[in-house]
């Protein structure tokens, strides 16, 4: 169901029993645009630019310590999650967030004293996330006794990390070696809550203090002195405790501002696809998220120094958690199964298949965006059946563009959501961006993209 007088999509199956592969073999490459126009104009009395939420879509005016101590350059800003919160008239009741990436969402909920909920498939940001919510409730004293004993425990004994692709280069041995030593005496400290914040507090210099940069699809061996770049810096044992200092002084800070969430907000390690089972009949007011975007991103690769301590034991496992993602990455399976028809995606498949600016990734991007809808169709049903009857959702997304053909990734997760019983009510435009370098250097007239809030009514 829709509102403003949208028509109501109907639920099919697709016209023929096949998967995705299949379906690909069987498409006809042709450049068309006519299904993705007949969206946008399904949707367009529903579409309004909110251009202020452009700055907060990002990562950007993450100033707030709470908010700013965890490197997670993918997360939005608190102010954004607060002003959809103040736009959709949430005062109160139980804010559900199934991509909690360093949980922001749930902390603007705590902040505000509503119990929240936060989910991520990647156990570091789980932990960053349940960390920061309990960060209030740490004895602080306790903590500055024990800082100054970690920081004498050095050691003479090799650095370790898991066996990863990046183990060869990511760290001097230096940062490794003081990195390792402080990891072992942490694990050490008694009180549960302490070693968190301490872990945490380790774990948010980790890639400040290695040779790489975290660069969307991957790390990069990226020079210093280019945009980001730390690749030729070695920093000293010294350097290492200074960072970790610096980052408990933040958490310090941020723990004023959260003297205590309310007891039944926590973030659970876990895939969002399965959201009913982990929820366990649990019932939400509101949901504030923004899932990955279907642009490439690998989220495992890109944290693999933060999972190597602790959180991923070897290459094995880690390249099992990247196959475990949701299908917004190149690496990204096949779907099981084709149980989607839509005219404006089919038709982007169609003309991805035919663009003259096609690259020779074209057939894993094909994979990786088939693979998307399908996901995110489970996500969406699923949190349709933990959300309470008239519940508000907001959705932060992106629209892509690949060999130069326009993904309105938006619009589709509203046709989607309409599917499951969603009413959409409003699609407001944050911001237009441009595309990717690697594109923009193959096309003389590049589309463009954009990032938008899908408001929802469960």
């Known amino acids: ?34 299904a993705r126009r007949a969206l946008a104009d399904r949707y367009e009395g529903l579409t309004v630019e909110h251009l202020e939420l452009g700055q907060s879509v990002g990562a950007g005016r993450r100033d707030e310590p709470l908010f700013q101590v965890v490197p997670y350059k993918e997360a939005y800003s608190p102010g954004l999650v607060r002003s959809l919160l103040d736009h959709m008239g949430i005062r109160k009741g139980a804010l559900l967030d199934p991509f909690a990436g360093a949980g922001t969402s749930v902390l603007v909920a705590a902040q505000r004293g509503m119990p929240g909920v936060g989910v991520d498939l990647l156990p570091f940001a789980a932990f960053a996330g349940r960390t920061l919510l309990r960060v209030g409730e740490a004895d ?38 003081q990195l390792t030593a402080l990891h072992d005496a942490i694990g050490q400290v008694g009180s549960v809550i302490e070693r968190d914040v301490l872990r ?54 941020g723990a004023d501002t959260l003297a205590s969430a309310p007891p039944s ?28 975007y279907p642009n490439r991103y690998d989220y495992v690769s890109n944290y693999q120094l933060e999972l190597g301590f602790g959180f991923v034991d070897n290459a094995d496992a880690l390249r099992r958690l990247r196959k475990a993602q949701l299908r917004s990455h190149l690496e990204a399976p096949w779907a099981e199964e084709r149980t989607l028809e839509l005219a404006a995606l089919d038709e982007f498949l169609s003309a991805l298949l035919a663009s003259e600016h096609r690259s020779k990734e074209v057939g894993r991007v094909f994979r990786m965006v088939s693979g998307y809808f399908e996901d995110m169709s489970q996500v969406l049903a699923g949190m349709h059946g933990v959300m309470r009857p008239g519940a508000q959702v907001a959705i932060v997304m992106g ?60």
């Open 140 to 177: 602080w004293d306790k903590i500055d006794r024990t800082e100054p004993r970690l920081l004498a425990s050095d050691s003479e004994r090799k650095g370790r990390f898991p066996n990863f692709p990046v183990r060869e280069w990511a760290f001097t041995p230096a940062a490794l070696a």
């Open 200 to 253: 945490l507090a380790l774990l948010c210099c980790v890639e400040e203090m290695s040779q790489a940069t975290k660069d969307g699809t991957s790390l990069r061996q990226r020079p210093h002195g280019h945009r980001d770049g730390r690749y030729g810096l070695h920093h000293s044992r010294e350097a290492v405790r200074s960072a970790f200092s610096d980052k408990l002084a933040l958490l310090r800070i």
């Open 1 to 34: 169901m829709s509102g403003a007088g949208v028509p109501v999509p109907s639920r099919r199956a697709p016209s023929k029993e096949m998967d995705w592969h299949a379906f690909r073999d069987e498409l006809k490459p042709r450049r068309f645009v006519a």
């Open 265 to 292: 907000s926590e973030v659970l390690t876990g895939d969002a696809r399965r959201i009913a089972e982990l929820l366990d009949g649990r019932k939400f007011d509101v949901a504030v998220c923004s899932p990955p």
């Open 399 to 458: 629209s892509q563009v690949f060999a130069n053909e326009v993904l309105p990734t938006d619009l589709l997760l509203a046709e989607i959501a309409e599917l499951h019983g969603y009413v959409v009510k409003e699609i407001q435009v944050a911001r237009y961006k441009g595309i990717a370098v690697q594109q923009r250097q193959r096309v003389k007239k590049p589309a463009g993209s954009r990032e938008s809030v899908l408001l929802l009514t469960a």
